[in-house]
Protein backbone atom coordinates (compact mmCIF):
# COMPACT_ATOMS: atom_id res chain seq x y z
CA UNK A 1 0.00 0.00 0.00
CA UNK A 2 1.69 2.97 -1.04
CA UNK A 3 2.24 5.55 1.78
CA UNK A 4 -0.23 8.84 2.36
CA UNK A 5 1.11 12.07 1.81
CA UNK A 6 1.89 14.08 4.91
CA UNK A 7 -0.75 16.82 5.53
CA UNK A 8 0.74 20.47 4.54
CA UNK A 9 1.45 22.59 7.92
CA UNK A 10 -1.10 25.30 8.17
CA UNK A 11 -0.03 28.70 6.58
CA UNK A 12 0.62 31.25 9.46
CA UNK A 13 -0.32 34.10 7.05
CA UNK A 14 -3.34 32.51 6.78
CA UNK A 15 -6.38 34.63 8.06
CA UNK A 16 -7.98 32.51 11.03
CA UNK A 17 -11.31 31.11 9.83
CA UNK A 18 -14.08 33.55 11.29
CA UNK A 19 -17.16 31.34 13.48
CA UNK A 20 -20.25 31.38 11.71
CA UNK A 21 -23.28 33.41 12.99
CA UNK A 22 -25.32 30.04 14.33
CA UNK A 23 -22.08 29.16 15.88
CA UNK A 24 -21.66 32.65 18.08
CA UNK A 25 -25.31 33.08 18.73
CA UNK A 26 -25.18 29.17 19.89
CA UNK A 27 -21.75 30.18 22.05
CA UNK A 28 -24.02 33.12 23.64
CA UNK A 29 -26.85 31.22 24.29
CA UNK A 30 -24.31 28.80 27.00
CA UNK A 31 -22.69 31.72 28.44
CA UNK A 32 -20.07 33.15 25.92
CA UNK A 33 -20.86 36.63 26.60
CA UNK A 34 -17.97 37.70 24.37
CA UNK A 35 -19.79 35.66 21.33
CA UNK A 36 -22.66 37.93 21.26
CA UNK A 37 -20.14 40.81 21.15
CA UNK A 38 -18.83 39.32 17.84
CA UNK A 39 -22.08 38.96 16.54
CA UNK A 40 -23.02 42.38 17.11
CA UNK A 41 -19.86 43.65 15.42
CA UNK A 42 -20.54 41.76 12.52
CA UNK A 43 -24.03 42.50 11.93
CA UNK A 44 -24.80 46.19 13.73
CA UNK A 45 -23.65 48.66 10.69
CA UNK A 46 -25.29 47.15 8.36
CA UNK A 47 -28.87 46.21 10.01
CA UNK A 48 -29.09 49.91 11.65
CA UNK A 49 -28.96 51.16 8.12
CA UNK A 50 -31.73 48.80 6.77
CA UNK A 51 -33.95 50.16 10.02
CA UNK A 52 -33.27 54.07 8.78
CA UNK A 53 -33.88 53.09 5.50
CA UNK A 54 -36.79 51.39 6.29
CA UNK A 55 -38.17 53.84 8.53
CA UNK A 56 -37.20 56.69 6.13
CA UNK A 57 -36.68 60.08 6.92
CA UNK A 58 -40.27 60.94 8.78
CA UNK A 59 -39.31 58.44 11.90
CA UNK A 60 -35.45 58.48 11.63
CA UNK A 61 -35.61 59.50 15.43
CA UNK A 62 -37.25 56.10 16.23
CA UNK A 63 -34.40 54.03 14.66
CA UNK A 64 -32.57 53.43 17.46
CA UNK A 65 -35.51 52.43 19.46
CA UNK A 66 -36.01 49.60 16.50
CA UNK A 67 -32.59 48.68 16.33
CA UNK A 68 -32.33 48.12 20.23
CA UNK A 69 -35.39 46.01 20.13
CA UNK A 70 -34.44 44.02 17.63
CA UNK A 71 -30.97 43.16 19.42
CA UNK A 72 -33.15 42.37 22.43
CA UNK A 73 -35.13 39.83 20.84
CA UNK A 74 -32.17 38.28 19.72
CA UNK A 75 -31.14 38.36 23.28
CA UNK A 76 -34.16 36.65 24.83
CA UNK A 77 -34.20 34.15 21.45
CA UNK A 78 -30.83 33.10 21.58
CA UNK A 79 -31.55 29.47 23.48
CA UNK A 80 -34.18 28.53 20.96
CA UNK A 81 -32.90 29.63 17.51
CA UNK A 82 -32.00 27.41 15.18
CA UNK A 83 -31.39 27.57 11.59
CA UNK A 84 -34.74 27.14 9.38
CA UNK A 85 -33.87 25.68 5.85
CA UNK A 86 -31.85 27.69 3.53
CA UNK A 87 -33.03 30.83 6.23
CA UNK A 88 -29.73 32.40 7.89
CA UNK A 89 -29.47 34.40 11.07
CA UNK A 90 -29.01 37.33 9.11
CA UNK A 91 -32.51 36.52 7.17
CA UNK A 92 -34.31 36.19 10.94
CA UNK A 93 -32.09 39.38 12.06
CA UNK A 94 -33.53 41.27 9.35
CA UNK A 95 -37.15 39.56 9.38
CA UNK A 96 -37.30 40.83 13.14
CA UNK A 97 -36.21 44.05 12.62
CA UNK A 98 -38.63 44.55 9.38
CA UNK A 99 -41.49 43.42 11.74
CA UNK A 100 -40.77 45.65 14.53
CA UNK A 101 -40.81 48.61 11.46
CA UNK A 102 -43.46 47.60 10.80
CA UNK A 103 -45.12 47.99 14.08
CA UNK A 104 -43.60 51.56 14.66
CA UNK A 105 -44.95 52.41 11.17
CA UNK A 106 -48.34 51.51 12.17
CA UNK A 107 -48.29 53.40 15.94
CA UNK A 108 -46.97 56.39 13.99
CA UNK A 109 -50.47 55.98 11.64
CA UNK A 110 -47.83 55.67 8.39
CA UNK A 111 -49.46 52.69 7.55
CA UNK A 112 -48.07 50.59 4.62
CA UNK A 113 -50.03 51.44 1.43
CA UNK A 114 -52.16 49.37 -0.73
CA UNK A 115 -50.33 48.27 -3.73
CA UNK A 116 -51.10 48.77 -7.16
CA UNK A 117 -53.20 45.07 -8.92
CA UNK A 118 -50.34 42.38 -9.09
CA UNK A 119 -51.64 42.26 -12.74
CA UNK A 120 -49.40 45.22 -13.39
CA UNK A 121 -46.58 42.99 -12.16
CA UNK A 122 -46.85 41.08 -15.47
CA UNK A 123 -43.53 40.14 -16.74
CA UNK A 124 -41.58 40.73 -13.15
CA UNK A 125 -38.30 38.95 -13.11
CA UNK A 126 -35.56 39.08 -10.32
CA UNK A 127 -33.57 39.62 -13.02
CA UNK A 128 -34.67 42.90 -13.38
CA UNK A 129 -32.99 44.14 -10.79
CA UNK A 130 -29.71 43.66 -12.01
CA UNK A 131 -30.13 47.50 -13.08
CA UNK A 132 -29.11 47.73 -10.13
CA UNK A 133 -25.51 46.49 -9.95
CA UNK A 134 -24.52 48.47 -12.72
CA UNK A 135 -24.59 51.60 -10.39
CA UNK A 136 -23.30 54.14 -11.52
CA UNK A 137 -24.31 54.48 -15.39
CA UNK A 138 -22.00 53.14 -17.44
CA UNK A 139 -21.48 56.98 -19.37
CA UNK A 140 -21.55 58.39 -15.94
CA UNK A 141 -18.60 59.91 -14.05
CA UNK A 142 -15.79 57.36 -13.20
CA UNK A 143 -16.15 55.41 -10.30
CA UNK A 144 -13.47 57.24 -8.09
CA UNK A 145 -14.95 60.93 -8.42
CA UNK A 146 -16.52 60.97 -4.92
CA UNK A 147 -18.39 63.78 -5.76
CA UNK A 148 -20.67 61.55 -7.67
CA UNK A 149 -20.79 58.81 -5.43
CA UNK A 150 -22.16 61.17 -2.56
CA UNK A 151 -24.08 63.17 -4.87
CA UNK A 152 -26.03 59.55 -5.78
CA UNK A 153 -25.97 57.96 -2.61
CA UNK A 154 -28.00 60.61 -0.94
CA UNK A 155 -30.20 60.70 -4.24
CA UNK A 156 -30.78 57.02 -3.28
CA UNK A 157 -31.69 57.89 0.10
CA UNK A 158 -33.88 60.57 -1.16
CA UNK A 159 -35.89 58.54 -3.15
CA UNK A 160 -36.06 55.31 -1.29
CA UNK A 161 -37.26 57.91 1.69
CA UNK A 162 -40.62 58.46 -1.41
CA UNK A 163 -41.46 55.01 -1.97
CA UNK A 164 -44.56 53.83 0.35
CA UNK A 165 -43.39 51.38 3.32
CA UNK A 166 -44.40 48.57 1.90
CA UNK A 167 -42.44 49.10 -1.19
CA UNK A 168 -39.92 50.31 0.43
CA UNK A 169 -39.63 47.27 2.86
CA UNK A 170 -39.72 44.53 0.39
CA UNK A 171 -37.35 46.50 -2.14
CA UNK A 172 -34.63 46.68 0.51
CA UNK A 173 -35.26 43.47 1.78
CA UNK A 174 -34.74 41.70 -2.14
CA UNK A 175 -31.26 43.66 -2.34
CA UNK A 176 -30.04 43.21 1.86
CA UNK A 177 -30.47 39.13 1.69
CA UNK A 178 -30.87 38.83 -1.73
CA UNK A 179 -33.81 36.07 -0.84
CA UNK A 180 -35.47 34.11 -3.74
CA UNK A 181 -39.39 35.91 -4.62
CA UNK A 182 -40.85 32.77 -3.26
CA UNK A 183 -38.91 32.91 0.39
CA UNK A 184 -39.33 36.74 0.17
CA UNK A 185 -43.06 36.14 0.13
CA UNK A 186 -42.82 33.50 2.64
CA UNK A 187 -40.97 36.23 5.23
CA UNK A 188 -42.92 39.08 4.32
CA UNK A 189 -46.34 36.79 5.05
CA UNK A 190 -47.83 37.89 1.17
CA UNK A 191 -49.13 36.60 -2.16
CA UNK A 192 -46.90 35.66 -4.56
CA UNK A 193 -47.96 38.00 -6.78
CA UNK A 194 -48.76 40.90 -4.55
CA UNK A 195 -44.88 40.58 -3.95
CA UNK A 196 -44.20 40.51 -7.51
CA UNK A 197 -45.92 43.84 -7.76
CA UNK A 198 -44.11 45.78 -4.88
CA UNK A 199 -40.98 45.29 -6.24
CA UNK A 200 -42.03 46.17 -9.60
CA UNK A 201 -43.12 49.96 -8.68
CA UNK A 202 -40.62 49.86 -6.19
CA UNK A 203 -38.08 49.76 -9.06
CA UNK A 204 -39.59 51.43 -11.80
CA UNK A 205 -40.07 54.27 -9.22
CA UNK A 206 -36.34 54.50 -8.25
CA UNK A 207 -35.88 53.96 -12.19
CA UNK A 208 -37.39 57.51 -12.03
CA UNK A 209 -36.13 59.07 -9.54
CA UNK A 210 -32.46 58.10 -9.79
CA UNK A 211 -32.41 59.17 -13.40
CA UNK A 212 -29.06 59.75 -14.79
CA UNK A 213 -27.92 58.06 -12.59
CA UNK A 214 -28.70 54.54 -13.65
CA UNK A 215 -28.03 52.80 -16.67
CA UNK A 216 -30.62 52.85 -19.31
CA UNK A 217 -33.32 50.36 -18.83
CA UNK A 218 -32.60 47.55 -21.55
Do not use: N
Not at 79 to 88: C, E, I, R, V
Not at 92 to 98: F, M, R, S
Not at 136 to 157: I, S, T, Y
Amino acid sequence: MADCAPMPPPDPSAPPQQPSDATLLAAYAMGQAQAFEHLYARHQAGLYRFVRRLLGTALAAQADEVFQDVWMRVLQSAAGWQADGAASFRTWLYTLAHHRAVDMLRKSGRELSIDAGSEDAHGFEPEGTAAWAQWPAADGPAAEDQVFWRAAGQRLLDCLDQLPAAQRAAFLLHHEEGLALDQLAAKLELGFETLKSRLRYAMSKLRTCMGAYLPPAP
